[in-house]
Nanobody
Framework: QVQMTESGGGSVQAGGSLRLSCVAS????????LAWFRQAPGKEREGVAG???????VYDDSVKGRFQISQDKAKNEFYLQMNSLKPEDTAMYFC??????????????????WGQGTQVTVSS
């Protein structure tokens, strides 16, 4: 069983930065991806960034050049550095483990373990 816990959310003004962290209790190295998703009120959950065990990363177009995902395998943690935040980045952010090696990286149904979420609010 893997439990995942996010932290680092908060409220910032547009143009600001936040760093989200996800601690995974349990072994996550056998999953294809560790990823960050977000869900705004009234919208579907969407993937923003994923990282493979080899360290290579995938980003949604909406966050490319602004967000960076990284991991610390020794600590079983991974992170999402969010820069140049925009009001449209406002959402609950979730970390997840799972993913498909062959399919769409950001298919939520391919992820097995999820955190409870951390709120990010960006004001204009």
């Amino acid at each position: 069983q893997v439990q995942m816990t996010e932290s680092g959310g908060g409220s910032v003004q547009a143009g600001g930065s936040l760093r989200l962290s996800c601690v995974a209790s349990g072994y996550t190295y056998n999953y294809n991806f560790l990823a960050w998703f977000r869900q705004a009120p009234g919208k579907e959950r969407e993937g923003v960034a994923g990282i493979r065990t080899d360290g290579s990363a995938v980003y949604d177009d909406s966050v490319k050049g602004r967000f960076q995902i990284s991991q610390d395998k020794a600590k079983n943690e991974f992170y999402l550095q969010m820069n140049s935040l925009k009001p449209e980045d406002t959402a609950m952010y979730f970390c997840a483990a799972g993913g498909s090696a062959m399919g769409w990286v950001f298919a939520p149904y391919d992820y097995i373990y999820w955190g409870q979420g951390t709120q990010v609010t960006v004001s204009s």
